[in-house]
């Protein structure tokens, strides 16, 4: 049926079909996930229609594959609004039926091979984007890690690609280094079993540069301190052989502490089991072990694609044999994004939400009665009240944890006890978002929120707009009837609020109202405003703030937008905004009256420049502090002010004050000057 249709590389597109079906004939899946990836995009790209693939091939398949181009059709845009409907009816389709996910992994990741083909930068752009954000978590989500790494590479190719080339020469050179240092501790590992009477498989391997970047980007160190871009995989019979190994490991090395985690006992959401230990070898060489079972191994590469068996004399998923290796329904993690998606919310809301509730960085707590809920990473209290029953997160007020009062702003570690002070009459505030990181969590409080704060949108977008208006040098007396109908909106204050939600941007208001705006006055209207002292209201709120509220972002920390940020009360009743580690919140620690938890305006987050100051330590070499500035300049970052000082013979630091977008901007560029030989430390400067 596909007949002379072609792909953007000139192949006949047939081709691309039995691509998807090889990918998932590598994961051993049933005969009927197979045929619907020869026929996934048949009835959207052919007359085909789901009653003739039923009438040939019966109606589980017809099922699958309807499934599968409901999806495709449903490909992310950028436009919010569009890709937050597409992405709710993305993740119900896959919630239902895991096949179908698989699929459109294996879909995603042949276009992703053959992303080069396309010859529009834009486009490739966005794909890598939403690969980015959300098929590889998606992926992550069902443990299919060998897809999800590679999905991370083709995109960290296309949206960074001098990022990725400094990592590779780098891996290039330490390769050269270390090679030979790899072999022997394998060898060395083994040894150790072998004489003690454990079989066991012993090999190095690399980390993907994706992964490095990544801890470059969360971690303030640079290349030369990541301790683990070689880790040792041991491979052993048993459950029990895990542990032996374990402890002549210990005994044999001294352990680093804090770095010992058993994912056996405490399985990852995604059913990943492994014990992971870090060690000193020889010289000093940190060297980090994952130990694991043959079974365990292949889970954790093909997650839930490593429980398709024969069963009952069929060939399918076994979900018994699963959970009785302890291991958990592949669908809860996509089913959890199902109660996200049910709070509703605006756009912007639904799909940043769902991208928080897909990372899988954990931490491990309990309930006073010992029942384990698991959390990413950097959760606090409430975010564990809403895991365990959206009706607790409701009514919590307070926390206590491990027995003691604890705020609720505090991060949960792993192990804790956590015990829910609950209330009738809570007073929610837009501030609670700060004290939760997980989606489902700030759904439903957003979902709470979201009446009590229309008064506070209709000001931040009667302000917005008006600031608009002002740049543009246009009439405030202008009729906004136009702007009313094109929106499709009943009154003027649903348009203010529209814009105040982030629903509607000022300079398309415009756009409608002033046709006669040329392309030079449209684009200065789309670019982003740095913010100063005069600005600074219009893109806080919470707190109080209003229009008139004179608000100064303190130049100790420099918050940028994506920051979690607080505000301090001053004398004169203006506020200071922090960001929420900032060191100098500690000198009004007893005064919480003070204190006015403030978030970004959505113009914030999509329309603003903040300023930030990266101190890096450079060594000392002709032509290094260039290389750092075109690093910068690369990554989008305009740099304002230069400092250096505390020079050394070998070493100096300087401070580059930059101008960026947001947060992870910022993150992103310091990552990036990380990775560069020359620079040893690069971090964001506090106090």
Not at 200 to 210: L, M, Q, S
Not at 223 to 244: E, P
Not at 445 to 454: D, F, L, P, T
Request: hydrophobic share 40%.
């Amino acid at each position: 049926m596909h007949g002379s249709q072609k792909r953007a590389s000139g192949d006949p597109y047939f081709a691309h079909p039995i691509e998807v079906a090889g990918i998932l004939t590598d994961y051993r899946l049933d005969t009927a996930t197979i045929v619907t990836a020869l026929l996934h995009d048949v009835i959207e790209d052919t007359e085909v229609s789901q009653a003739d693939i039923e009438k040939l091939f019966g109606a589980e398949i017809a099922e699958l594959v309807e499934g599968v181009t409901k999806l495709s059709k449903l490909e992310f845009a950028a436009e919010h609004a569009r890709q937050a409907e597409n992405l709710r009816k993305f993740i119900l389709a896959i919630s239902k039926d895991v096949r179908v996910l698989m699929v459109k992994l294996a879909d995603r990741l042949h276009n992703m091979r053959t992303l080069n083909f396309i010859k529009q930068p834009a486009k490739r752009e966005r794909i890598a984007r939403e690969t980015l954000d959300i098929y590889a978590p998606l992926a992550r989500n069902i443990g299919c890690h060998r897809i999800c790494s590679e999905l991370e590479e083709l995109a960290f190719e296309q949206l960074n690609p001098v990022a990725r080339n400094a990592i590779l020469r780098r891996l290039d050179t330490l390769r050269a280094d270390q090679g030979k240092a790899v072999n022997k501790v394998s060898a060395d590992i083994m040894q150790l079993l072998v004489d003690d009477g454990v079989p066991a498989r012993v090999f190095g391997r690399e980390k993907h540069p994706f992964s490095i970047w990544r801890k470059l980007q969360r971690k303030s160190i640079g290349f030369s301190q990541l301790s683990d871009i070689y880790a040792f995989r041991v491979i052993v019979d048993s459950d029990a052989d895990c542990y032996r190994a374990l402890g002549l490991i210990h005994r044999a090395w001294p352990c680093v502490p804090e770095r010992f985690k058993d994912f056996i006992s405490t399985p990852k959401r995604n059913n990943y089991r492994s014990l992971h230990t870090t060690v000193i070898g020889a010289k000093g060489m940190r060297i980090e072990m994952q130990i694991r079972t043959e079974n365990m191994d292949r889970v954790a590469e093909d997650g839930v694609a490593a429980h398709w068996r024969y069963k009952n004399h069929s060939y399918g998923f076994d979900q018994e044999a699963m959970e009785a290796e302890g291991g958990r329904d592949p669908l809860a993690n996509l089913r959890q994004l199902v109660q996200v998606l049910e709070h509703g919310g605006d756009s912007e809301e639904l799909v940043e939400n769902a991208k928080l509730e897909m990372f899988l960085d954990q931490v491990f707590v309990f309930t006073p009665k010992g029942r384990l809920i698991t959390l990413p990473r950097g959760a606090m209290p409430l975010d564990f009240a809403y895991a365990v029953h959206t009706l607790l997160g409701d009514e919590t007020i307070g926390a206590k944890i491990n027995g003691e009062p604890r705020p609720l702003r505090t991060v949960l570690q792993n192990g804790d006890v956590v015990e829910v002070i609950r209330g009738p009459n809570r007073e929610l505030h837009g501030d609670w978002q700060s004290l939760t990181v997980t989606g489902r969590a700030r759904s439903a409080i957003r979902r709470h929120m979201r009446q009590a704060e229309k008064g506070e949108f209709l000001k931040t977008g009667r302000a917005a707009f008006e600031a608009a208006i002002q740049r543009a040098g246009k009439s405030r007396t202008v009729s906004l009837r136009p702007a009313l109908e094109r929106f499709a909106l009943a009154s003027e204050d649903e348009l203010y609020d529209a814009v105040g939600r982030g629903r509607v941007r000022p300079q398309q208001v415009l756009e409608v109202l002033f046709p006669d705006l040329d392309a030079g006055e449209i684009k200065a209207l789309g670019e982003r405003q740095a913010i100063d002292a005069d600005s600074a209201a219009a893109f806080v709120q919470g707190g109080g703030v209003t229009a008139h509220t004179r608000v100064r972002l303190d130049v100790c920390c420099r918050p940028v937008p994506g920051d979690r940020i607080v505000g301090i009360k001053q004398p004169d009743r203006s506020l200071t905004v922090h960001t929420i580690d900032c060191p100098r919140l500690a000198d009004y620690e007893d005064r919480e009256d003070l204190w006015r938890d403030l978030r970004w305006t959505a113009e914030a987050e999509r329309n603003a420049l903040g300023l930030a100051r990266i101190r890096a330590t450079i060594r000392d070499a002709p032509g290094v502090l260039g290389e750092a500035c075109t690093i910068i300049g690369e990554a989008g970052g305009n740099i304002l002010n230069l400092n250096m000082h505390h020079r050394q013979s070998d070493y100096f630091d300087v401070d580059f004050d930059v101008e960026v977008k947001d947060n992870r901007h910022l993150t992103n560029i310091m990552a990036a000057l990380r990775a560069c030989p020359s620079v040893d430390t690069a971090d964001r400067a506090l106090g």
